[in-house]
């Protein structure tokens, strides 16, 4: 039979081989020591205290740190020339010199998290002098045994985390370099880490740049936006995750990112993880969708109102279908951004209705700037609508902004367009382009941005067709075109308008109404000068108690306001005037004859019938 190797190793004495208390209570006194035990202790403590400095050496492996751990063993024993030791763990072996199992070996287990994973023993080579005096000698090597077990568990325990964290460090670099959001790490206030994605946001050339750099006084890229992305955030005071949105402008664009700033804990010791998202092109897609949903509104608020509403828009009155007509086209107009020709007689209307699209349009606080083209000279130009700097030229003693600055965000409305020469046209074609202008005695370009809308009471392709407009500015200043019908194509609206200016005139005038017989007659004149003519001539009315008539012909005379007898059949002259002009104008056609008198056909065949 194989002889049982525990039969020959000396046991030590019962009462040495009971379990100490925390406070040694309960146990026999210890004996004295051995004049050697000193020597002893200081052995144990250095094996102890060498295995736990082998964990503080920076990049090692835990195979590093097991072998010579297992060589520091032996010289820890009273016998360390006839000792030698093993240590199994992780499936792997690791042995010190001269290593061989004998019958003289004692073991103990290594344990992690309460699991064995291992086991290290000592053994004799030869079998070690019996020890008479005090506790065996093998009953101190089991302590000893059991605390180097100890010790080594506490190693593995740290490299394993250790391992661990390196492990995941390297894993999220590698996730950070690829994803496209920015991130950084700071701790202490100070950057520890930024991916790619975060040096391209804020133009850092290299990490090596801002790699422990303060995060409010950053040394590379955009300075002043990294430490406004921080400014109210820092590893100490943040407990919880922050989010915010930050505008960056740059070139005159202005682009947005989300940031979020989460406190972790990184290497034991609190930290802050930020990320950073482009969201320019969301956020613009959010502005677009609510400033059509603003415009939309605003259409709708107007297209929604009632018919006893709809005889006026703004400061335009008027019910007839041609005013409905336009109306609708001032309304479509203002829930774009595009140019507007609005087209008419003199005297119709066409600023108010270039005002009532500035007013309905997005742009209706900012400014709306009116020009009459026919006012302005060419040489003057260039000063006019592009201003000038301070000592351009002789007398400009300060800057001065032309309409175009003057405009900015809000309507330029260009009044008689047609008056522009071509060399003017050019000029102001770069300008509503977006290639910019350049002020007079400036150095740099200036941009606005200005919606355009423009009015002519000539028509522009004739203006093309002789040599006079340019076609590419002719198409670029009517993408939508407005038609202003002429007062006489829409009488119906007269008594409107009078009834509108009467009320306005009564602040300095003591009529109140308009007498039926002189209202016939206002509504029967041809009206050259539109509604302008139509206010002269109440004016005058309320002034000197007559119609009077500036441009009369065979349609319109002098009517006074207290004629009689004679008032009617000035009346009836004035009226078959009138129908005979219309019919010449018609060719004889009774129907058109009709319209552009205003009345209904059967109306007209009554009053041919009563001649």
């Excluded at 202490?188 to 391209?200: G, I, K, L, T």
């Excluded at 300008?431 to 941005?449: D, H, K, L, M, Q």
């Excluded at 009138?578 to 109306?603: C, F, P, V």
Aim: net charge neutral.
């Amino acid at each position: 039979m194989k002889p049982d190797p525990k039969e020959d190793i000396p046991m030590p004495h019962p009462e040495a081989r009971k379990p100490a208390g925390p406070d040694g209570a309960g146990l026999p006194a210890p004996p004295t020591p051995a004049p050697n035990a000193l020597a002893e202790r200081i052995k144990e403590l250095n094996c102890l205290y060498g295995i736990s400095n082998l964990f503080e050496n920076q990049g090692v492996s835990l195979s590093w740190i097991m072998q010579r751990a297992v060589e520091l063993v032996p010289a820890a024993w009273q016998y360390p020339k006839n000792a030698c030791a093993r240590i199994r763990i992780d499936g792997r072996e690791y042995t010190s010199k001269r290593f061989q199992q004998t019958r003289w070996r004692q073991s103990a287990v290594i344990e992690l998290n309460g699991d064995p994973v291992g086991e290290v023993e000592v053994c004799y080579i030869d079998a070690p002098p019996a020890c008479c005096q005090g506790p065996t000698f093998l009953d101190e090597e089991a302590r000893l045994l059991k605390a180097v077990a100890e010790r080594l568990s506490k190693v593995l325990w740290l490299k394993r985390a250790e391992d661990a964290l390196k492990e995941s460090e390297e894993r999220y670099r590698v996730l950070t370099e690829q994803v496209e959001e920015g991130v950084a790490l700071v701790q202490d206030s100070r950057f520890r880490y930024v991916n790619p994605a975060f040096r391209r946001i804020f133009h850092v050339h290299s990490a090596s740049d801002i790699d422990g750099g303060r995060v409010h006084a950053p040394p590379a890229g955009e300075a002043d936006e990294i430490a406004c992305v921080y400014s109210a955030v820092t590893d100490e005071i943040i407990t919880a995750k922050v989010e915010a949105i930050h505008p960056l402008t740059r070139s005159n664009k202005t682009s947005w990112i989300q940031v979020s700033h989460s406190p972790i804990t990184f290497k034991g010791r609190p930290a802050l993880l930020s990320t950073f998202k482009d969201i320019t092109e969301i956020k613009e897609q959010q502005m677009a969708a609510q400033r059509m949903a603003d415009q939309l509104h605003d259409e709708n608020r107007a297209l929604r109102s009632s018919l006893k509403e709809r005889y006026r828009l703004g400061e335009i009155i008027g019910r007839s279908p041609a005013m409905q007509e336009v109306y609708e086209r001032i309304l479509k107009a203002a829930a774009t951004d595009a140019a507007v020709a609005i087209f008419g007689e003199s005297g119709s209307g066409k600023e108010l209705v270039a005002r009532a699209i500035h007013d309905h349009s997005p742009r209706k606080n900012k400014p709306f700037v009116a020009v009459n083209c026919g006012a302005v000279q060419e040489t003057l130009f260039e000063r006019e609508f592009f201003g000038h700097r301070k000592g351009a030229f002789s007398g400009a003693h300060a800057d001065a902004p032309g309409y175009l600055d003057m405009a900015d965000g809000g309507t330029l409305f260009l009044d008689e367009i047609s008056e522009l020469t071509l060399n003017m046209q050019a000029k102001l074609l770069r300008a509503i382009e977006g290639n910019g202008y350049r002020p007079v005695g400036a150095t740099a370009c200036a941009t606005s941005n200005f919606r355009m809308i423009t009015a002519s009471n000539a028509a522009l392709d004739e203006k093309v067709r002789d040599g006079k407009m340019r076609s590419d500015f002719f198409y670029r200043v009517q993408v939508i075109q407005i038609q202003i019908p002429p007062l006489r194509y829409r009488k119906e609206d007269i008594p409107l308008l009078v009834e509108h200016f009467i009320h306005e005139i009564r602040s300095f005038s003591d009529i109140t109404r308009v007498p039926g017989s002189a209202l016939d007659i206002l509504t029967d004149y041809h009206w050259p000068g539109n509604v302008r003519e139509l206010r002269n001539v109440l004016q005058r009315y309320a002034t000197l108690g007559s119609l009077e008539f500036l441009s009369p012909g065979p349609e319109a005379g002098t009517a006074s306001a207290s004629e009689g007898c004679h008032l009617r059949e000035a009346v009836r002259n004035l009226e078959q005037s009138l129908i005979s002009k219309a019919l010449r104008q018609a060719g004889g056609n009774r129907t058109q004859a009709a319209k552009l008198l205003g009345i209904s056909r059967r109306a007209l065949f009554r009053k041919l019938s009563s001649a």
